[in-house]
């Protein structure tokens, strides 16, 4: 029994003939576009199309005519910059950023020079059982945000707080941590005691990312280990700091979970406390979804222009730095 002859590698038609050049470079360029279209789609559907449509609602309002009753009479119609004048305007959204300036300029500072201190302690060579201290620092970070909140929110409350029976047995004083100025504390205590363990472990890597040589140097020169950690850890990982740094602004000016789960605990925290809760106030509370989009694109803004100022002024000092 005889076989087809098989034609040769090359021939139009031929079985398993290789493709042109031409064919596998165009294969090779759409490679790339082909791995990265499931994430394209994803973002386009998921965040720049719900961005999209916030910026179009913020354009709109509802326009009521007559008593608002029957068909037609509820009209959407364009608004033009009216719902971003009325925010700009809006007392309570001024005020809510306020209280969030006050609220990150104690959550910002605290929380980081606590982690850059754990990552100096857990870099230095006489630390034992780093793995664990590394892990137990880190794991309330891993711990829900509303779940933090509703535990620290059993701690600050009088009747049922361990602590406030500790004190009143001790005969001290037992300050109302839900009230007044101390409540600034008392919500940034629970983000400074979720967000250190994540900052600490952004700076400990880049500490661990230091050439060991570098130490050695400096120990031959008979620098001492505070001198090693104030000018040469802590310059070497600036990069690492301003990166916290500006994850800790974006965090800060989205604050939301820690003062809605302790609303309900106290009368100090209104439902406009934060400026995304005034946002989220107007839309499913009022039902003016229109001001409310307008006011999260301002957030929105102001997020990306203190975040980038801040950005390129740290890129402006390092390029000077770099020039001497």
């Known amino acids: ?82 719902n971003y004048t009325d925010a700009l305007g809006d007392s309570e959204l001024v005020a809510g950023a306020l209280r969030v300036l006050g609220y990150g300029c104690i959550v910002v500072p605290v929380m980081l020079g606590l982690a850059l201190v754990f990552a100096l302690m857990l870099d230095s060579d006489k630390v034992r059982l780093t793995p664990f201290t590394r892990l137990a620092i880190f794991l309330p970070y891993a711990i829900p945000g509303v779940v933090a909140a509703l535990l620290w929110g059993f701690l600050y409350l009088p009747d049922v707080s361990p602590f406030y029976f500790v004190l009143d047995r001790l005969g001290m004083p037992q300050p109302d941590l839900l009230d007044g100025g101390p409540l600034y504390l008392a919500l940034s205590n629970i983000a400074v005691w979720g967000g250190t363990g994540f900052n600490m472990i952004v700076i400990y890597t880049a500490l661990r990312a230091i050439p060991a040589e570098v130490y050695e140097a400096a120990k031959l020169d008979g620098a001492t280990p505070l001198q090693v950690a104030l000018k040469i850890k802590i310059p070497m990982v600036a990069p690492s700091l301003v990166l916290t740094f500006f994850f800790s602004i974006i965090a800060t000016l989205q604050v939301f979970n820690e003062p809605t789960t302790l609303k309900p605990l106290t009368n100090s925290v209104s439902t406009t406390w934060s400026p995304l809760m005034k946002v989220y106030q107007d839309a499913f509370g009022k039902g003016d979804i229109h001001a409310a989009a307008a006011q999260a694109v301002i957030i929105a803004l102001a997020t990306l222009v203190l975040s980038f100022g801040f950005l390129r002024a740290a890129n402006r000092r390092q390029k000077q730095e770099t020039a001497r």
């Open 1 to 82: 029994m005889t076989t087809a002859r098989r034609r040769p590698y090359g021939v139009k038609g031929a079985p398993y003939a290789l493709p042109s050049p031409a064919t596998t470079l165009k294969r090779a360029r759409s490679a790339p576009y082909l791995f990265l279209l499931p994430a394209t789609v994803l973002f386009l559907l998921f965040f720049a199309l719900p961005i999209g449509y916030a910026v179009y609602l913020s354009f709109r309002k509802v326009q009521v005519s007559g008593l608002g009753l029957g068909a037609g009479a509820r009209t959407e119609v364009w608004a033009g910059l009216q």
